[in-house]
């Protein structure tokens, strides 16, 4: 039998109940991922000494992966979280790179010893008034990347798999903008250009080369 990790119990009418899960998995922008396996990467740096991650749902850009690390001894006060970050982008998929990373004294633990990841505190961040697409082309876009995403707004700044697109994601975006703008896009056109901004811009492109040269007719010439 194929094991899922889901815990499940029978009601009294002997239907399943979903519980929880077994594992730390989660799910993430459509992707599935072990909350393990990102705090180990976060621990895998030389600046921290503890890591943890969970799922937050209080996040200014909705829910999204919250890493909280314990700065190792004699590490340079300078140490911050963004750096800690951008570390970890060269450690794992987009989709599995945390929102933010806080730093703290110490983990909070339980009776046992354990993380308590319920008591890990509240990021403190100020949300910025949020980026809006700069023209009718780039809104038509980020429309498109929402519809194949998930539902959040979109900045131009905004990395396409950073927000959780796949190889699967690119292929429903170049068939929806072959719909909307009439261009056929290669593949390689969102790998190379992965922000809304850019992918925008390679859009313009194309439908611009594809745009027939205005024509002179009923323009009577100059003398």
Same mark, same amino acid.
């Given at each position: 039998?194929?094991?899922?990790?889901?815990?499940?119990?029978?009601?009294?009418?002997?239907?399943?109940?979903?519980?929880?899960?077994?594992?730390?998995? +989660?799910? +993430?922008?459509?992707?599935?991922?072990?909350?393990?396996?990102?705090?180990?990467?976060?621990?895998?740096?030389?600046?921290?000494?503890?890591?943890?991650?969970?799922?937050?749902?209080?996040?200014?850009?909705?829910?999204?992966?919250?890493?909280?690390?314990?700065?190792?001894?004699?590490?340079?006060?300078? +140490?911050?979280?963004?750096?800690?970050?951008?570390?970890?982008?060269?450690?794992?998929?987009?989709?599995? +790179?945390?929102?933010?990373?806080?730093?703290?004294?110490?983990?909070?633990?339980?009776?046992?010893?354990?993380?308590?990841?319920?008591?890990?505190?509240?990021?403190?961040?100020?949300?910025?008034?949020?980026?809006?697409?700069?023209?009718?082309?780039?809104?038509?876009?980020?429309?498109?990347?929402?519809?194949?995403?998930?539902?959040?707004?979109?900045?131009?700044?905004?990395?396409?798999?950073?927000?959780?697109?796949?190889?699967?994601?690119?292929?429903?975006?170049?068939?929806?903008?072959?719909?909307?703008?009439?261009?056929?896009?290669?593949?390689?056109?969102?790998?190379?250009?992965?922000?809304?901004?850019?992918?925008?811009?390679?859009?313009?492109?194309?439908?611009?080369?594809?745009?027939?040269?205005?024509?002179?007719?009923?323009?009577?010439?100059?003398?």
């Amino acid at each position: 039998m194929y094991r899922t990790g889901d815990l499940v119990r029978y009601d009294a009418q002997g239907r399943l109940e979903f519980v929880g899960r077994r594992d730390r998995q +989660v799910k +993430v922008r459509g992707h599935r991922v072990e909350l393990g396996e990102v705090e180990a990467a976060l621990a895998s740096l030389p600046e921290v000494a503890g890591a943890a991650v969970v799922l937050r749902d209080d996040l200014p850009a909705g829910p999204g992966l919250a890493a909280y690390a314990v700065p190792a001894v004699g590490v340079s006060p300078a +140490v911050e979280g963004p750096a800690l970050r951008e570390r970890l982008r060269a450690l794992l998929p987009g989709h599995m +790179v945390p929102a933010v990373v806080v730093l703290l004294d110490a983990l909070p633990v339980g009776p046992h010893g354990k993380v308590d990841h319920g008591a890990l505190p509240r990021p403190q961040l100020t949300a910025a008034a949020p980026e809006t697409p700069e023209c009718p082309l780039e809104r038509d876009v980020a429309r498109i990347w929402t519809r194949v995403l998930g539902g959040r707004h979109i900045a131009p700044a905004d990395n396409f798999f950073d927000l959780g697109g796949d190889s699967l994601a690119v292929g429903r975006v170049l068939n929806r903008c072959r719909e909307r703008f009439g261009v056929r896009l290669r593949t390689r056109a969102l790998f190379e250009n992965p922000t809304l901004h850019g992918f925008a811009a390679a859009v313009r492109h194309e439908t611009e080369r594809l745009s027939p040269p205005p024509s002179n007719e009923g323009i009577p010439p100059r003398d």
